[in-house]
């Protein structure tokens, strides 16, 4: 019997611009977080090693149901213009073992999918099932946000 659940939540969006403009973006997230999602995102630094490389370490602000949250985290994989893979220390690491965001060529354009990966305990998933479900509508909305306001950015600069 498996004691916790594991699942991806996706979401996906076609953008207007090339995969290097959206790896730009990310590698200048210090400058780019804000007004990635200006209701929720407050603030975001590198604090280790140079942007998007694997063990780059970042810290990070922003709201979760109106409440400031702090998190750090570090940089596990990366595939230059295609794939970043991202760890958040404890908490968040208990409940989301890890982030991707992916990067797809498509034509002329680009295909941007944030995974993020979730697992709950068997208990949990009994006792908090509300909240689970209530925590996934919030992060779906964010996520699909963050996918949305993406594409306005760079289909801006691209005009």
């Known amino acids: 019997m498996a004691f916790s ?7 996906s969006i ?3 611009t090339t995969p290097e403009k959206i790896w730009e973006f990310f590698a200048n997230l210090d400058e780019n977080y804000k ?27 922003q ?13 596990i994989e990366i595939i230059p213009n295609r794939k970043i893979v991202f760890k958040c220390a404890f908490p ?14 498509k034509g002329p354009n680009s295909v941007f999918t944030a995974v993020t990966y979730m697992r709950f305990g068997k208990f949990f998933q009994k006792l908090l099932k509300k909240h689970i ?27």
């Open 92 to 105: 968040v690491s208990i409940v989301s073992p890890k982030f991707e965001w992916l990067i797809e060529p």
């Open 63 to 75: 709201r979760v149901k109106g409440k400031g949250v702090k998190f750090k985290g570090t940089f």
């Open 35 to 61: 007004a990635w999602h200006p209701e929720d995102h407050i603030l975001f630094r590198w604090t280790g090693g140079k942007p998007l490389e694997v063990g780059s370490t970042f810290y990070a602000e």
């Open 5 to 11: 659940k594991h699942s991806a939540i996706k979401d």
């Open 133 to 159: 479900e209530d925590s996934k509508k919030i992060h779906d909305k964010h996520v699909r946000a963050e996918g949305e306001n993406l594409k306005k950015i760079l289909e801006k600069q691209n005009s």
């Open 14 to 16: 076609e953008i207007k």
